[in-house]
């Protein structure tokens, strides 16, 4: 057994454990490159888009650190932080985003109030030979803003002859319909709201003879089976407008106000909607077709009816958005701000 442990075979042995060292030293060092390759790989599959300005309602809830960005591939959101600032304030800041390992930029940050504040009135009555105040019908005024309401009489209304009319100058006996708004302190206003005023003893006092050149309210019904979503003649009096007012931009400023606010609400009620249903992106068109009202004489302006129809399509298609096989709502807007649906794909609130 003896020659088998003799110099030779100890020699071939080190060199054995010699080349087994070479070899797993240039294993490792592939290995080293293998990693380091998927590393640079896996860096390289990181998408971190950011948005260079992007805009939040005053005292809307607190964003998370994916608001910042339109896009986020292969990297966790839970690195991502912000600086901080003033969303109880309207205004425009600097906000520094931090992606953990991937650097720092600047984005910014506006602060805006786009929401009227929510008013709630009360009717008034007051003795013969008193006098009233805009104050005197406020009952309760909320902003999202936390900030103060200001009330303003509606300058918009008109009496049947086109003429403004000024709900503070009442001073006869009798049962008016006043119109106020509140605006918060970016401007934004409510919708005008009625109350009623009483000058007098409100058991005794009776209301005021109307006289009406073109007609009262009373809206034909064979003619118009619709709601009005906006009535322009005067309340006050119960009378129709005259027709010759049908195209007055007095007239038609608070028409194509209420469509307005009511077409930004619908945009935020489908916000939601059109990011599930069309992850690509979705191309969405609205078209608000006013149809003037009149009374039972037909001779006299009531308001107006605002029919609606919407259609979305993903944004990648060519197709014609506005093609009947894209129609997702169509709809009637009511005086009390709601809707009547004849299409509702989504099943939108009212």
Known sequence: MGKFFNGKVKKDRGTLIKYGVIAAGVILIILLFVLIAAGKNKKSDIVLELKETITFEVNSDWPEADVFFTKIENFDTNLISFTDFDISTVGEYTVTVTAEGQGSEDVTVNVVDTTAPVLELQDLVIPTGGSYSIQDFFLNCEDNSDKECFLEYDTTAIDQNGNPIDFSAYTADGKYVIKIIAKDETGNATEPQSVNLTIGNESSVTPLPSNCSYGDLTVNTDTHNYPIAVIVGDEINGCALNRDLWDSASVQTPVNDFYKKDYERLETQLKPVLKEEYPNGAKIVAYPHYVAVLNKDLKGLVGYAIYVK?????????????????????????????????????????
């Open 310 to 350: 919407v259609y979305a399509a993903d944004s990648t298609s060519d197709a014609q958005v506005d093609s009947d096989a894209n129609l997702i709502l169509s709809y009637y807007l009511r005086s009390d701000k709601t809707r009547e649906y004849d299409v509702n794909k989504f099943k939108l609130d009212e």
